[in-house]
């Protein structure tokens, strides 16, 4: 006869079986991999690298669909509509999962909705002057802005983007207020900031780089945790306000209750990627840094950054 322990051995035993069956038996057919941007960019790019080194490891083939609209939101829609079963998963960035949902009500929810399943890329900012700027440092921008408030011009890419949020997050820190200008992209910010129109900007590392080369712009700093291996001769902007950080990520989610199993593969072949000659390459020629995180990492970056945004969106200044 049984005894208690031995029933409870038997049931977990019953409870973990599919979860095992799983795990033997998956992938056996073709992964659906959502993006939510347009073909032929950076980011499709680097979707379409990682789905051939992801399929060379499955063992199955990983097939990109570009689904576009509502600034990702129609893709990440219908990934959480998908199956949980691993054969559709989404690229998705910071942004969308931790920065929209402080901007207007979202079909779904970014945490509940999604399984984290690792860490793809980064990149930061760079903040910039005119090169003819007599602002030298981030020193002589904060005491500018402070002597004279609301003088000091700054250049945006538009609501909600790294670049806003940036500005807005160094006006909070330094307890100062920037005349912001909000433009549709980040190239007629560059334009205007090389005129002499406005006054600074913070800019993504590979475009602001190529600019600094070319003595167009000067660059005071980063906004990375660390200095820029390109330009390590500027500081990072946490070594002048300890903890000032931030780093747009692209990162691979699926549905929400993905098997356990499944979801350990992924994070397990996407740090494998991470670590390739190949991918190092790749990304460091298009102005990316590796990501390495696991499911669980990738996780709590979601959750932390959720509600370090939702408050530095909260105290920013309403537009009329």
């Known amino acids: 006869m049984l005894n ?104 779904y929810d970014t945490i509940k909705g999604f399984t984290p399943l690792g860490g793809l890329a980064g990149f930061c900012y760079g903040l910039t002057v005119g090169v003819k700027s007599p602002i030298n440092s981030v020193q002589d921008l904060v005491a500018k802005a402070r002597a004279t408030p609301g003088s000091v011009s700054s250049g945006s890419a538009g609501v909600g983007t790294g670049t806003e949020l940036t500005i807005n997050l160094l006006a909070q820190v330094a307890n100062v207020n920037f005349n912001q200008v909000s433009y549709k992209g980040s190239a007629p910010v560059m334009q205007d900031l090389m005129g002499g129109h406005i006054d600074f900007s913070f800019e993504v590392i590979s475009n602001a780089v190529p600019l600094w080369k070319q003595g167009a712009i000067k660059v005071l700093a980063t906004s990375g945790k660390t200095r820029h291996k390109v330009i390590n001769n500027v500081p990072a902007m946490n070594e002048i306000y300890p903890g000032f950080e931030f780093v747009a990520w692209f990162a691979m989610y699926g549905p929400a209750d993905m098997p356990a199993p499944i979801v350990k593969r992924y994070s397990d072949e996407l740090l494998k990627i991470q670590k390739s000659a190949e991918y190092i390459a790749f990304i460091e020629d298009r102005g990316f840094d590796a990501v390495p995180a696991t499911s669980d990492e990738l996780g709590k970056m979601t959750r932390d950054e959720l509600i370090k945004w939702g408050d530095v969106i909260s105290k920013m200044p309403r537009k009329s």
Do not use: M
Request: aromatic residues 4%.
């Open 4 to 107: 208690l322990r031995n029933l409870a051995s038997c049931a977990l035993a019953i409870a973990l079986l599919p979860n095992w069956a799983v795990a033997q038996n998956w992938p056996s057919q073709p992964v659906k991999l959502i993006v939510p941007f347009s073909a032929g960019g950076p980011t499709d790019a680097l979707a379409r690298h990682v789905a051939k080194q992801l399929q060379a490891g499955l063992g199955q083939p990983v097939v990109v669909e570009n689904v576009l609209g509502a600034a990702g939101q129609i893709a990440l829609e219908k990934a959480t509509k998908s199956q949980a079963d691993g054969y559709t998963i989404v690229i998705s960035a910071n942004t969308i999962q931790t920065i929209a949902p402080h901007l207007g009500k979202l079909p």
